[in-house]
């Protein structure tokens, strides 16, 4: 079986409430996907989907999935699709860093394994470890007391997992966990996301005053050194997420003891290919993740479900359903949030069928010559 097209979507995600804010001040009100269709010479047509969250918060945009599809894409034309991990060490040799730009290409191929194979994904990232999968909501940054009584909402939407997009400053951060802390209930889970957004000495600050409160501290600062820095001076559960990018990185922080959890978004480290690798990996030693990815829609959180549920459910913190957070549906079949719960389709790949009418018409197509 061999690559034969690979056609490029762009599609626009607007959000039902209208915004998401996270630290120093971001936020974006419509989310720009790209949609990768792989085509080959056995008629089976693989998808993937890729969905930076804006400009501002990894190394990685909306226009640059596109641009570095366009430069890889024609080089792929001609290999097996099924070949997964020698196809990403070339996609790695032909363009140098990058990850998220080859992710959509990755996913899509896995979604024709799974084709090809008769099997649904996560039977092929290493077989159904649960039933289904437990999802967080992230609350968009507003003033303390509005995203506190947030809280109470997405509880009745089947939620008890919350993670509060802190990373202002000290003090307003502060209010906001102690605030939202009061509405956790027994068996809540409270996560304090600053997305890099505090300076030493105001991670400082926010660790000490909320000391005593059952809060997951989750990427207080930008580097991985202020992070550490921040790790070792409080016993609150830690969460690294921006500056776990790779294998190598993983490999540093587990040698540190730097993190209790991460976050693996499967973009940002290149597709599912070296997200299971990362996955194994934290199964083996002992670091539970929440599996989710920058953004997206219907594709995106289809193929966070099928990683998810194929990790075992005492390694799997979370995860997150974006199409529900959104107002646009791009393909059928795709997860849907139950009581907080999601599932992947049992249907072979990712068992989602794309919406052509949503995508529109694909911004380029590349064909083998």
Known sequence: MKIT????????????????????????????STVVAVETDAGLTGYGECCPLGSAYLPAYAFGVRSGLAEIAPKVIGHD???????????????????YIKSAIDVACWDILGQATGLPVYTLLGGKAQEDVALYRAISQIEP??????????????YTKFQLKVGADADSDIERIHLSAAEMRP???????????????EAARVVNAVRDVDVYIEQPC???EECLVTRRRTSL??????VITGVDSLIQGLADGAMDVINLKISK????????????????SGIPMTIEDTWGGDIVTATIAHLAQSTPEEFSFSATDFNSYGTVDIAEGAPKRIDGRMRAADAPGLGITPILSALGDPVFDTYRA
């Open 5 to 32: 097209a690979i056609r490029a979507y762009q599609v626009d995600l607007p959000l039902k409430e209208g915004r998401y804010s996270w630290s120093n001040g971001n936020f974006v009100e419509v989310f720009d």
């Open 81 to 99: 699709p099924r070949d997964l991990a020698n196809l990403n060490r070339f996609m790695d040799a032909e363009l140098r860093g990058h990850p």
């Open 145 to 158: 007391k509005a995203m506190a009584a947030n809280v109470a909402g997405y509880r009745d939407e089947g």
């Open 187 to 201: 068996g809540d889970v409270l996560v304090a996301d600053a997305n890099t957004g505090w300076t030493m000495h």
């Open 222 to 224: 930008p580097t991985y």
């Open 237 to 242: 559960p830690f969460v690294l997420d921006e």
């Open 269 to 284: 480290v290149g597709g599912l290919t070296k997200a299971r690798q990362i996955r194994d990996l934290c199964i083996s």
